[in-house]
């Protein structure tokens, strides 16, 4: 590693699987402290100590505003400032149209949108006191930028997130507060295989279906999305905001 994030504070919310906690280590082995939060306390442990001493734990549910304001104080008071807000805590399951509940409705949309809006807006008094400018990267998906059977609310959600990024940009200007969102495509997560259900043939059966409409050849990884990342949050990405990074495999791009 090169040190891309030496000194930077960080925080990733939904550090604790997939995407978030890949991105989790790659900020901390670039020389990132490293917040992460997640919603059970057991898997926030465990993924404590799988990324080591430059990571602190915070129990908090991004949906509950209470729970932002404590992961904020508890950054302000060790640190003073958030470097880079990586805005990952995100998913939804796969409903038709004709069986979309409003629970379904609203948790998605809590979890993605709100979730988002919040964790963002209530972390700008510390990243206005960023060390040499502040980086915000939001979870996007491919899944904005095309159709997909049974999945219309989360992919609403993510085009959602897509023009939070493009607005933001504007309400921003000039604080040196840097917001692009990160659009992976699939990725063998968690959160990925659980969408087939606990059936682990049914699992198979989705990645490979997955892997067959990816120009590349084979389902991403979590690291190949901390990879951008850590681009985004470095400083290799000074002259970069409001753009969507896709890391797709290709899958939008053709
Ligand atoms: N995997 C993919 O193929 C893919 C593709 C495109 C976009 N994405 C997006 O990438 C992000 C990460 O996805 P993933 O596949 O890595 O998911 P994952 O494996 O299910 O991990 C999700 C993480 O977020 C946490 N989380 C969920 N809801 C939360 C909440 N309300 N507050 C705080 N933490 C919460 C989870 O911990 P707790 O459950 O303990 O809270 C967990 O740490 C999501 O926004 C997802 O929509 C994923």
């Not at 306390?41 to 509950?64: C, Y």
């Not at 959600?157 to 023009?163: E, I, L, M, Q």
């Not at 690291?223 to 470095?234: F, G, M, P, Q, T």
């Amino acid at each position: 590693m090169s040190n891309k994030l030496a000194g930077k504070v960080a925080v990733i919310t939904g550090g604790t699987s997939g995407i978030g906690l890949a991105a989790a280590k790659a900020f901390a082995s670039e020389g990132a402290h490293v917040y992460i939060t997640g919603r059970r306390k057991p898997e926030l442990d465990a993924a404590v100590a799988a990324i080591g001493p430059k990571a602190t734990g915070v129990q908090a549910d991004s949906t509950r505003l209470d729970d932002l304001d404590r992961l904020y104080e508890q950054v302000r008071a060790a640190h003073g400032r958030i470097d880079v807000l990586y805005a990952n805590a995100g998913g939804g399951g796969m409903v038709p149209l004709g069986e979309i509940s409003e629970a379904h409705f609203d948790d998605t949309f809590n979890r993605n949108v709100k979730g988002v809006v919040f964790t963002v807006q209530k972390a700008l008094p510390l990243l206005d006191k960023a060390t040499n400018g502040a980086s915000v990267i939001l979870a996007g998906s491919t899944t904005s930028s095309m159709g997909t059977a049974n999945f219309s609310i989360y992919s609403a959600t993510k085009a959602a997130v897509r023009n939070l990024a493009r607005s933001w940009v504007l309400d921003l200007k000039g604080r040196n507060i840097r917001v692009n969102t990160l659009s992976p495509g699939p990725i063998h997560t968690p959160g990925l295989v659980e969408l087939a259900g606990p059936d682990q043939a049914q699992q198979q059966g989705l990645l490979d279906y997955l892997t067959g409409q990816l120009p590349i050849g084979r389902i991403g990884q979590p690291e190949d999305i901390a990879k951008a990342a850590v681009y985004l949050a470095s400083e290799d990405s000074s002259f970069v905001t409001g753009i969507e990074l896709f890391v797709d495999g290709g899958m939008v791009q053709v």
